[in-house]
């Protein structure tokens, strides 16, 4: 099995200076494979001011939510959409096929297998539905790569990717504090 890698997602309203040191401290105590930020297309192109050439020249890819224009404008590495085919197609047009296009599933079984099938090269999975855990489900299933919250037992199901808890953006210490628990859930699971 892989090993589980760490997903960024820096809040809408986060101010620049915040994003960055934080940014700046998950980097150095972890290891980041993503950042998606979130909010309009304002507070997304502000807080990829402050974080997308530090994340991209350390190998992250870094990734727009719902907006492929920006994507597309700003040079990121792909977008997020929520799983709607039609969007999906949309996006993967106007970014082109090396960019990278996930999509936000939350616990619909269906949506997720529909957008793998799509093509998509993640799919984002709330936490399992019932006593089996849809993550696990997922990673025992399907090849295509799951984002899921770390909280949530991600890590030990099988997950590809953890979202770091939110809280990770209060502080630079906040943050090194978050990325090193997770790295050692994730070399507990190996």
Known sequence: MPKCRLFLVVPSGLDAGTARACLDAA???GDVAALKVTGNRSQQSSLLGAVQAAAQAAGVAVLCEDDEELAFERKTDGVEIAADAAHFTAARRRLGAEAI???RCGTSRH???EMAEAGADYVQLDAGDGDES?????AEL?????VAEAAAGAIEDGADFAVVPAAMWASPDAASTEVEKLMQAIAETE
């Open 27 to 29: 980097l150095a105590a």
């Open 101 to 103: 296009v996930g999509a």
């Open 111 to 113: 949506q997720a297998m």
């Open 134 to 138: 849809l993550v696990g489900w997922w």
């Open 142 to 146: 399907f090849e295509v790569p799951c």
